[in-house]
C-alpha cells in the first residue's frame, strides 16, 4: 500500500424560446421545412447529401489506413520471423466491419488521449508470432494485490492475458475484495496470504505458475516463493516490496518514510481494539487517494477504487520475512518500475532493487502506483515479454 509512516499511514446556457414568425416561400423553393420553417433553397438538399457523402469516405479512409499500418505491422512481423509463418491477414484489422461490433477489442475507459507508451494493439501483436503458449515454462499467470486492493484492480489485465490465450488467476486476500472475513483479526502474515498458499497447494505436480505481486503484494509473493518455490516459475514485482531475509515491510519503507508527505497525511490507523494497543488496521483518506495511488489513471478506475478499496491488516506489515536462497532465491524474479508514484518513490523502489537485485528491471513510463489502471496494454506487454524469456 505504499510508502507507509514509521512514527504512527460553466453554468448551462438557458435557451430562450423564440417566437416563431411565419415565413414567405420563395419561389422555386422546395417544399420541404427549413430553418425558421422556411423552405431549403433548390440545390441545398444536393449539398447536403454531398457533404454527408464526403465525411462518410474520410471515416471509410481512415478505417483503412488504420488498417493497412497494423497490416504492415504484422508483415513486419512476418518478415523478422523469416517469412516462415503464414501471415494472417484478418488479424490485421483493428475494427470489425461497418455495422458490427462483434469481437472488437474493448477501448480503454479512460477519456484522455492515449500515450505512445500505452499504444491500442490487438492482443495478438503483443504475442511474437513464433512463440506458442505451449512452449513457455508456464503461461500461468496468479496475480496478487496490493494493500487495500482486491483481485478487482486486475480487471483490464486479465482481460488482455486472457485474449492471448494465457490461463489467469487473481487471488483476494484475507480480508480483501470480496473476502468476508474482518481485516482488524488479522494477526499475521500467514493468515493474510492463505488464500494464496491454499491456491497453490492445489495445483497439481509439476504445474508451476508466473507470480505477479503489487505493492504489499510484493512481501506475499516472497513469502510464498519461500514455501513454493519449485511451483513458481517467475516472480514479477510490479512496484511492489521486495525484500531482503529478516526485513518487515515497515522497515523498508520507514528508512526513505521520512520523504512521502502525501502517504502520512493519507493514512488513517484502526484501533479496533482500543487506542492503548497498537494498530489493528491502516485506511486511506479518500480525499487523497486520486494523488497518491491514481495520479495518472482514468476517472472511471479511480471511482472503481474509491467505493472497493478496503484497510489494510497491519499487523502482517510489522512481520519479518524469513527468505532462504535455496528456495526464495531459486525463483527468477524481475522488477517493474513505476516512474510516475506518489506511494512507493522510484527512489525506495531503487534501492529495494540494489539491496537484492532481481534478473531484470523494467521501467514502465508514464506509469503511477497502479499500472494496471494507468499503463494496462504497456504492463500487459510487459508481463508477455517476460512469460518467453527463456533460462538463462
Known amino acids: 500500500m505504499g510508502n507507509l509512516c ?3 499511514f460553466s453554468p448551462k446556457s438557458v435557451r430562450q424560446k423564440k417566437k416563431r414568425t411565419a415565413s414567405k416561400r420563395l ?30 469516405e474520410k471515416v471509410q479512409d481512415a478505417l483503412i489506413h488504420e488498417q493497412a499500418v497494423a497490416a504492415a505491422i504484422l508483415f513486419q512481423q512476418h518478415q523478422r520471423n523469416g517469412g ?34 500505452d499504444p491500442l494493439l490487438q492482443p495478438q501483436q503483443l504475442v511474437n508470432q513464433d512463440v506458442k503458449l505451449e512452449d513457455l515454462e508456464s503461461n500461468h499467470f496468479v496475480l496478487v494485490h496490493g494493500g487495500g486492493f482486491g483481485a478487482w484492480c486486475w480487471y483490464k489485465t486479465i482481460a488482455l492475458l486472457e485474449d492471448c490465450g494465457f490461463t489467469v488467476a487473481a487471488v483476494d486476500l484475507t480480508g480483501s475484495g470480496i473476502h468476508s472475513f474482518d481485516t482488524n483479526n488479522i494477526t499475521s502474515l500467514s493468515q493474510y496470504v492463505k488464500p494464496l498458499t491454499d491456491f497453490l497447494e ?37 512496484a511492489a516490496a521486495m525484500l531482503t ?24 490507523f484502526l484501533y479496533a481494539n482500543g487506542n492503548n494497543n497498537p494498530p489493528t ?24 477504487a474509491s467505493v472497493s478499496m478496503r484497510p489494510m491488516p497491519f499487523m502482517p506489515v510489522l512481520e519479518k520475512l524469513t527468505l532462504s536462497e535455496k528456495k526464495y532465491g531459486s525463483v527468477r524474479r524481475f ?47 510487459l508481463l508477455v515479454e517476460i512469460s518467453k524469456l527463456p533460462s538463462t
Open 84 to 117: 516462415s509463418l503464414p501471415f494472417d491477414r484478418s488479424a490485421s484489422l483493428r475494427f470489425p466491419a461497418s455495422g458490427s461490433k462483434k469481437n472488437s477489442l474493448p477501448r480503454s475507459s479512460s477519456s484522455r488521449a492515449r500515450s505512445l507508451t
Open 27 to 56: 419561389p422555386n423553393s422546395s417544399s420541404g421545412g427549413g430553418a425558421g420553417g422556411g423552405g431549403l433553397p433548390a440545390g441545398s438538399s444536393n449539398r447536403w447529401s454531398r457533404m454527408r457523402s464526403s465525411r462518410k
Open 281 to 304: 488496521a491502516i485506511d486511506l483518506d479518500k480525499s487523497l487517494m486520486k494523488d497518491l495511488l491514481f495520479n495518472q489513471s482514468p476517472t472511471k478506475d479511480i471511482a472503481l
Open 335 to 381: 522488477y517493474i518500475e513505476t516512474p510516475e508514484d506518489n506511494a512507493l518513490p522510484v527512489s525506495v523502489q531503487e534501492s529495494m532493487i540494489n539491496s537484492s537485485p532481481p534478473e531484470r528491471v523494467f521501467r514502465l513510463k508514464g506509469a503511477d502506483h497502479s499500472p494496471f489502471f494507468s499503463k494496462p496494454q504497456a504492463l500487459h506487454k
Open 202 to 238: 492445489k495445483l497439481a505436480d509439476g504445474e508451476k505458475v508466473i507470480l505477479v505481486g503489487h505493492d504489499f503484494g510484493g512481501a506475499c509473493i516472497s513469502y510464498v516463493m519461500e514455501l513454493f518455490p519449485s511451483k513458481v516459475s517467475k516472480a514479477v514485482f510490479v
Open 6 to 8: 514509521s512514527s504512527c
Open 245 to 268: 531475509s529478516g526485513q518487515s515491510t515497515l522497515d523498508m519503507f520507514s528508512q526513505k518514510g521520512d520523504s512521502n508527505e502525501i502517504m502520512r497525511q493519507a493514512q488513517i
